[in-house]
């Protein structure tokens, strides 16, 4: 009971005010993602430095609460972090949402875990992972894409 009354005090904050949801003026990357099974529809942006560093990032779009609050706090978790390391979370929170991490790569996604549980929900696995699809695309890029769709 004490995990599930976590995930919905995380997932509501990071729905109803969360710190990464806006536009970007002239982001240096951006990719537009879409989830047609449930109409979740996310524009991911990321500035990233000369050395690989993810200096600044943001979303915006519509989609389900869990959609919007993984992407949240996905952003909340790479800024700062290099581009390696950010696809290094990125792999970690897909094992997680396989129902395959241990506490020590847990502890790693920080809030991000507090998703884990949608591993036994099948329906809200799209949701969940919709931005950290969107971010291996804009991460393996390396130029300005158009749009991923997951599947």
Not at 4 to 23: A, C, D, G, Q, V
Request: charged letters at 30%.
């Amino acid at each position: 009971m004490e995990n599930r009354t976590f995930y919905n005090e995380i997932l509501t904050e990071h729905n109803i005010r969360p710190m990464h949801k806006t536009k970007m003026i002239n982001p240096q990357k951006s990719l537009r993602g879409v989830n047609p099974s449930c109409g979740d529809d996310i524009t991911l942006q990321l500035n990233v430095s000369e050395d690989g560093i993810i200096e600044d990032g943001a979303f915006f779009g519509d989609g389900c609460a869990i959609s919007q609050a993984s992407t949240d706090m996905m952003l909340e978790l790479i800024i700062g972090k290099t581009v390696e390391e950010s696809l290094a979370l990125k792999d970690t929170f897909l094992k997680m949402i396989k129902d395959k991490v241990t506490d020590e790569e847990l502890e790693m996604l920080e809030e991000a875990g507090s998703l884990q549980d949608i591993s036994h929900m099948p329906s809200r696995v799209k949701c969940a992972v919709l931005g950290w699809r969107t971010l291996e695309e804009i991460l393996k890029d390396g130029e300005k894409s158009e749009s991923v769709t997951t599947e």
